[in-house]
């Protein structure tokens, strides 16, 4: 808990590696505070009263979370709803090919179409790199979706497309572009979502006793479910055997009045605790 505050709230978010990574925290900070530094309001009587304070903070870490968490050898991965660009649009050809003006026109065009439906869109038609230069820095980059568009798309009526996420390629009608992009950037949102609610579950751990518990933080780290006193001397003496501590004790924990013993020192414990360690 954060010193000085009441009460503390705070996002754990467990890396590939088994790491903690904190993403966010609120604190409230009562009185305690505004007392010290003589900050205060007159309420309906006029009497001066110290206010009441939160303190709370979404840093930079949350985009280092996310790059953790979905990232891959090929890059960064981005969540659509995230993503300041959901869909790069490759115009392909060559600068002195004569339907190339006509390429980028359509891709354009394409783009203003999805822009006009709140789908966030760009144009690729730099031709001081290679497609395939490109197509890799796009993938780096991690946009959702690449839609490719070139003189045998245009004559064939299709638009190719490819997922970050999967990897997955096909074809898309061009007059079914918007409706089959809406889908696919929601398919690919939920997938995201999905994948990481499945790494959080394997990457949680329950464990009987402190033996389990120093194996796994020895061998495989995860978040480790486990029934703790909130002892400080407890708390200190796991840190310095095993480098975890107690990061977060979840809502639906917060109330527990189980009759356990504490999982290191045998002490009572009520409520279950999230054991990690953190970078």
Same mark, same amino acid.
């Given at each position: 808990?954060?010193?000085?505050?009441?009460?503390?709230?705070?996002?754990?978010?467990?890396?590939?590696?088994?790491?903690?990574?904190?993403?966010?925290?609120?604190?409230?900070?009562?009185?305690?505070?505004?007392?010290?530094?003589?900050?205060?309001?007159?309420?309906?009587?006029?009497?001066?009263?110290?206010?009441?304070?939160?303190?709370?903070?979404?840093?930079?870490?949350?985009?280092?979370?996310?790059?953790?968490?979905?990232?891959?050898?090929?890059?960064?991965?981005?969540?659509?709803?995230?993503?300041?660009?959901?869909?790069?649009?490759?115009?392909?050809?060559?600068?002195?090919?004569?339907?190339?003006?006509?390429?980028?026109?359509?891709?354009?065009?394409?783009?203003?179409?999805?822009?006009?439906?709140?789908?966030?869109?760009?144009?690729?038609?730099?031709?001081?790199?290679?497609?395939?230069?490109?197509?890799?820095?796009?993938?780096?980059?991690?946009?959702?979706?690449?839609?490719?568009?070139?003189?045998?798309?245009?004559?064939?009526?299709?638009?190719?497309?490819?997922?970050?996420?999967? *990897? %997955? =390629?096909?074809?898309?009608?061009?007059? &079914?572009?918007?409706?089959? /992009? +809406?889908?696919?950037? #929601?398919?690919?949102?939920?997938?995201? *979502? %999905? =994948?990481?609610?499945?790494?959080?579950? &394997?990457?949680?751990?329950? /464990? +009987?006793?402190?033996? #389990?518990?120093?194996?796994?933080?020895?061998?495989?780290?995860?978040?480790?479910?486990?029934?703790?006193?909130?002892?400080?001397?407890?708390?200190?003496?796991?840190?310095?055997?095993?480098?975890?501590?107690?990061?977060?004790?979840?809502?639906?924990?917060?109330?527990?009045?189980?009759?356990?013993?504490?999982?290191?020192?045998?002490?009572?414990?009520?409520?279950?605790?999230?054991?990690?360690?953190?970078?």
């Amino acid at each position: 808990e954060f010193a000085g505050a009441q009460n503390t709230y705070g996002i754990e978010i467990v890396m590939p590696d088994g790491k903690a990574l904190q993403a966010a925290t609120s604190h409230n900070l009562g009185d305690n505070f505004s007392k010290v530094f003589g900050i205060s309001f007159s309420d309906e009587k006029g009497k001066t009263k110290p206010v009441f304070q939160t303190s709370w903070g979404l840093s930079t870490r949350s985009l280092a979370a996310l790059i953790m968490v979905h990232g891959d050898d090929a890059g960064l991965v981005m969540p659509p709803l995230l993503a300041p660009i959901q869909v790069m649009i490759m115009a392909i050809g060559k600068a002195d090919d004569p339907q190339f003006k006509e390429v980028v026109a359509a891709s354009q065009a394409l783009a203003g179409e999805l822009k006009n439906h709140g789908i966030l869109a760009e144009v690729n038609a730099d031709q001081t790199q290679s497609l395939g230069y490109r197509i890799n820095e796009q993938e780096v980059q991690g946009f959702p979706l690449r839609l490719e568009v070139g003189a045998k798309e245009l004559d064939k009526g299709v638009i190719k497309f490819a997922r970050r996420d999967t *990897f %997955e =390629k096909g074809d898309i009608k061009k007059g &079914e572009i918007v409706e089959e /992009v +809406r889908k696919l950037l #929601e398919q690919i949102q939920a997938n995201l *979502f %999905e =994948k990481s609610k499945k790494q959080q579950a &394997e990457l949680t751990i329950a /464990v +009987r006793n402190y033996d #389990e518990f120093k194996d796994v933080m020895a061998q495989n780290r995860r978040f480790i479910e486990v029934f703790w006193c909130e002892d400080s001397e407890c708390e200190a003496k796991v840190k310095e055997e095993t480098k975890a501590t107690p990061r977060v004790c979840e809502l639906k924990n917060l109330d527990q009045k189980a009759d356990k013993k504490c999982f290191h020192c045998g002490k009572d414990a009520n409520r279950e605790w999230l054991f990690a360690q953190s970078y």
